[in-house]
């Protein structure tokens, strides 16, 4: 199998995986290619998958899960028998794992593309997973967006003035990102400049 998230674990209790943004060739996560890497004997490790989509890696980001959620979602994937790893080699996966999947949402890429600077667009997305606003936080920083508020983003890119609402009410497969241009004026040094914005809608389909 080469579901994400997968890793190899030595006999000394060292977890082994490759870091970075995942494609759609799921070669990247399968366990013989981690062993080629790090010049492991792929029959001399235990192979393991911690299977989760975006959203759950987004929410571990944020809550800093304990150790026993993260164990409930781990599934053995062979090499070395199971029944076979030592009490000391499940507390080094245990302290090495906690570690890891905070960075996970960092290594996948949200399947969707929003294009940000279109002040006239509409679309639907159909996920395969659920998400929530939280979902977006970490797709919006690494867009460049500040945040602030939950559910307010903004930025400032190539002179253009950026705003993201965040109004997804409820987990949700199907999602609606709309934008529109918004135009005002404010002082600045005393005199009326004019200010144009795109602002972007994210919202979930009922």
């Not at 600045?188 to 972007?200: A, F, H, L, N, Y």
Request: some cysteine.
């Amino acid at each position: 199998m080469c579901e994400f998230f997968s890793f190899n674990i030595a006999r000394d209790g060292e977890l082994y995986y490759l870091d970075g943004f995942r494609t759609e060739n799921c070669e990247y996560d399968s366990h013989s290619n981690i062993s080629k890497h790090y010049n492991l004997n792929d029959d001399e490790v235990w192979k393991y998958e911690l299977p989760i989509d975006y959203a759950q890696a987004v929410e571990w980001e944020l809550s800093n899960p304990s150790i026993e959620k993260v164990m409930e979602k781990l599934h053995y994937d062979g090499g070395l028998p199971e029944e076979e790893i030592p009490y000391s080699v499940v507390k080094r996966i245990k302290e090495q794992l906690i570690n890891i999947v905070p960075k996970l949402a960092g290594f996948m890429r949200m399947d969707i593309k929003i294009d940000f600077e279109d002040d006239n667009a509409s679309e639907v997305f159909t996920l395969d997973y659920e998400v929530t606003n939280e979902t977006f936080y970490d797709y919006l920083h690494r867009k460049g967006f500040n945040n602030k508020h939950d559910k307010y983003w903004y930025t400032h890119n190539n002179g253009i003035y950026q705003v993201v609402y965040l109004r997804i009410q409820k987990p949700t497969k199907k999602i609606l990102v709309y934008s529109y241009l918004h135009e005002y004026a404010k002082l600045q040094d005393g005199e009326p400049v004019k200010i144009s914005e795109v602002r972007t809608v994210i919202k979930d389909v009922k």
